[in-house]
Nanobody, 120 residues
Framework: QVRLVESGGGLVQAGGSLRLSCAASGTFFRINDMGWYRQAPGKQRELVAVITSGGSTNYADSVRGRFAISRDNAKNTEYLQMNSLKPEDTAVYYC??????????????WGQGTQVTVSS
């Protein structure tokens, strides 16, 4: 099992910055992709950014150039640096990890979510 603990959300004014962190713990063979998703009120959960174990990244068009995803493989931790925040970035942000279990099966795990609110 993999447990994900998120931190770093909060309230910020438009144009400001926040940094989210997500630490994975538990028993597993390997962590593959790590990503961030968000869900605004009344909307479906959407992908924000993803990073592979090799460091390749991909971003939603709405955040490309403003957000940066990174990971520290030694700490099993991923980060989301969010700059130039806009009110439309307001949402609950969830971290996601695709891990290979000790039974060599790949499974997705989710954090508890952290609220990001951007005021205009």
């Amino acid at each position: 099992q993999v447990r994900l603990v998120e931190s770093g959300g909060g309230l910020v004014q438009a144009g400001g910055s926040l940094r989210l962190s997500c630490a994975a713990s538990g028993t597993f063979f390997r962590i593959n992709d790590m990503g961030w998703y968000r869900q605004a009120p009344g909307k479906q959960r959407e992908l924000v950014a993803v990073i592979t174990s090799g460091g390749s990244t991909n971003y939603a068009d709405s955040v490309r150039g403003r957000f940066a995803i990174s990971r520290d493989n030694a700490k099993n931790t991923e980060y989301l640096q969010m700059n130039s925040l806009k009110p439309e970035d307001t949402a609950v942000y969830y971290c996601n990890t695709r891990a290979v279990t000790l039974q060599f099966q790949e499974a997705d795990y989710w954090g508890q979510g952290t609220q990001v609110t951007v005021s205009s």
